[in-house]
């Protein structure tokens, strides 16, 4: 019988209430028209196996305090490792200096939209085994256990594994009552086989996506690692023996396995409005998608509704609250193909006179200051769609892209290409085996206008990535993309070992 998951006594054993008494008392003192205080404890752990061999091992763990002020309409920052009522009270006379210092380069007062207060609100991800529970043999075993299969498969020259979890510990509380404590357990896994040979070096690895789960989903609770890890060998021998594609235009239908990560990076980097704004440059870019474009921009066509949340079950972006103590919401970016909502914390909102803040405000670490960080993005399944196989069935020639592999976009999120693990022929509504040297290649407007029809629900999947990476410092966030197969007609197709060799 599962027991729901509950908060770390070790956290809660911290002194969380005196750290944020004497921190948010001290910051009222100075003046502070706002004040929050977070105490955060990250752990971590990786492993990897090369072959069969024990190659990497590494286990983390962060705990600092960090203070926040708005002080004469100017942010101030500061954070330790000291947990005392003391170094509290230090920090928020350090963040106040910092607000002063900042005060005659700020030509804009800070404001904040409102929010309803949480007092002691508490949540928990959903999961069922802790992986830092679970005996270090027992993570071995299994990794081994799914290594096996591979080496001794025909064709198969070596195997890899991957390991990563982690468990986020937050304690957050505002000069205006809110005081939340979380945690969040995550984990990915990834298997990989390779093949040397005459015909040079080619891998194949499996789909399995990263997921706010626990042990549970190494065992077969949300993925059957064992039966992907079964089809690798095959799926790898015909990806060696593939025909190189002829470069054109092709109907495309991309499963979510690859779809997941245009998502990523054609529509949740180019809908933050730190970016679109401007505000975010240095790392990766601003946006195409700038704010006078919010209601009129098409976006794509009138079958593409995506949504953010902090919402769904698993997801690697869920909480309860966001990192200002804003409550986790679902929210449209773009409705029937138009550009319709941005990601917000709480001063652009206020700002950009958009309302409540819809909770996109996230740190990585105590030692960092929140920004504007991307919720789960997930593209809608049409209720009555197609399945997979029927949106295969409606192609003449074309191509079934599935998992992701390489990809680039240009610094406004515009121009992109994305290559993938695995590309099947589609020639008169049937697979007709693998090809490869495939990258397809678009402007995400005109991409995302010739998506004709979206799957249905059967068809959706929930996959992301595990260290999305933005800011300057560099901070990685988790986040999730769900979407449907979908069928896109007249894109653009590469043949990279072509391009490749134009030097």
């Not at 928020?92 to 900042?102: D, F, G, I, L």
């Not at 081994?144 to 982690?166: I, M």
């Not at 593939?242 to 997941?260: H, K, M, Q, T, W």
């Not at 999120?413 to 290559?419: G, I, K, W």
């Amino acid at each position: 019988m599962l027991t729901v998951p509950e908060l770390d006594p070790g956290f809660l054993a911290l002194p969380l209430d005196r750290l944020r008494d004497a921190a948010l008392s001290r910051a009222q003192e100075l003046g502070c028209s706002h004040a929050d205080v977070r105490v955060e404890r990250l752990r971590g752990g990786h492993r990897s196996l090369r072959d069969r061999a024990l190659e990497a091992a590494e286990d983390s763990q962060s705990l600092g305090l960090s203070v926040r002020v708005v002080h004469d309409g100017v942010w101030g920052f500061a954070a330790d490792v000291t947990l005392t009522a003391e170094g509290a009270a230090r920090l928020a006379e350090r963040a106040v200096v910092t607000a002063k210092v900042s005060r005659p380069l700020t030509p804009q007062r800070v404001e904040l939209a409102d929010e309803p207060v949480h007092a002691d609100a508490r949540w928990v991800s959903d999961y069922a085994v802790n992986p830092f529970d679970v005996d270090e043999s027992e993570r071995q075993a299994r990794l081994l256990a799914l290594v096996e299969p591979l080496l001794a498969a025909e064709g198969v020259t070596h195997a890899g594994a991957e390991l990563s979890w982690v468990q986020e510990n937050k304690y957050f509380a505002n000069l205006a009552g809110t005081t939340t404590t979380q945690q969040r357990v995550r984990i990915q896994a990834q298997l990989t086989a390779v093949h040397v040979g005459p015909e040079g070096f080619a891998t194949m690895r499996t789909l399995a996506p990263p997921a706010g789960r626990g042990w549970e989903y190494l065992t077969g609770t949300g993925w059957d690692f064992d039966a992907e890890v079964a089809e690798l060998p095959s799926l790898l021998a015909e990806h060696v023996a593939a025909p190189s594609v002829e470069a054109g235009r092709y109907d495309l239908v991309i499963d979510p396995s690859n779809l997941f990560l245009t998502i990523h990076e054609s529509i949740g980097h180019a809908t933050e409005l730190d970016r679109a704004l401007g505000y975010e440059a240095a790392y990766a870019g601003t946006s195409f998608a700038t704010f006078d474009q919010l209601g009129s921009l098409h976006y794509g066509s009138p079958v593409m509704t995506v949504t953010g949340d902090r919402t769904v079950p698993h997801g690697l972006a869920t909480v309860g609250f966001d990192d200002e103590g804003v409550a986790q919401q679902e929210f449209d970016i773009v409705r029937d193909g138009t550009l319709v909502g941005y990601q917000l914390n709480r001063q652009m909102a206020a700002e950009k006179q958009l309302g409540r803040s819809n909770g996109c405000a996230f740190a990585d670490a105590a030692g960092h200051i929140p920004m504007q960080r991307m919720p789960n993005v997930s593209l809608q399944p049409a209720p009555d769609g197609p399945s997979t196989e029927e949106l295969i069935g409606g192609v003449e020639h074309g191509l079934y892209v599935v998992g992701d592999k390489s990809w680039s976009i240009d610094m406004q999120r515009y121009n992109f290409q994305f290559t993938g693990q695995r590309f099947y022929a589609i020639e008169d509504g049937r697979l007709a085996g693998q090809v490869r040297d495939v990258a397809y290649q678009a402007t995400t407007t005109d991409f995302w206008r010739s998506m004709e029809v979206v799957g249905g629900p059967e068809t959706y999947v929930l996959g992301g990535a595990f260290n999305c990476g933005k800011g300057q410092p560099g901070q990685v966030a988790p986040v999730s993309h769900g979407c449907p197969s979908a069928l896109f007609r007249g894109v653009n197709v590469l043949n990279t070992a072509a391009e490749g060799s134009q030097g």
